[in-house]
């Protein structure tokens, strides 16, 4: 065999390993979506109702950090919900079609029992169509299903696709399909991040979000 034919050979091998890689490479979540224009007042923040925002809320080079403690008041002085500090979308509230939540987050080692992102919205008595909570270092949906393990102090990407006419949500971590599960119902929804104090939480709650989308498909 020529070395000319060896070669060409070699090529086409690797023209083939490399299209092969690509194709079983996980999809970007992204794809067939556009990204919904942003800032600071697409969104509010909820907070102990009496404590002053900075106390538990930082926005510094484009990351957005959020804590609350187990012992503080509810968002309002009539909610029966227990603490927080979230980030709540505004500026897109949807009850039909396909939306997208992207952001990086970080939690810091010690946070448990806390929600960091939910899809608010659902059939009664549920509340929220998702959440994605941190336990003891994992991030899981609700209490079941563990999306991720080793999370603390670790930036991740998170996407949540909700396609609310399907009633079909699925998750991705770090660009990699973790689950895919029917949605609570709903008439009206929109996403929220930061923390959300659950059963089980830790003293002292924190995460960090920066990259924040909002998307969705196109028709």
Known sequence: MTSSLQGFLYLSLLEIIVHQSKALAPKDPTEGFISLPLN??????????????????????????????????????????????????????????????????????????????????????????????????????????????????????????HDANAAQVKIFINGVPKLEVEGRGGISHNFKWGVYAQIGDSSRMESRWKGIKVLKKVD
């Open 40 to 161: 600071q007042s697409s969104y509010h923040i909820e907070k102990p109702y009496d404590v002053p925002l900075d106390q538990r809320y930082q926005f510094t080079d484009g990351v957005h950090r959020l804590w609350v403690y187990s012992t503080d008041k509810p968002h309002t002085r009539t909610s029966q919900t227990k603490a927080r500090t979230e980030l709540t979308m505004d500026a897109y509230h949807y009850s039909s079609g396909v939306w997208q939540f992207e952001g990086y987050g970080y939690v810091p080692s010690g946070t448990s029992g806390v929600c960091i992102m939910q899809i608010f919205g659902a059939s009664p008595p549920r509340a929220s169509t998702a959440m994605v909570r941190v336990y003891n270092g994992s991030l899981t949906y609700y209490r079941s299903s563990i999306l991720a393990s080793n999370i603390y102090d670790n930036w991740f990407r998170l996407n949540i696709i």
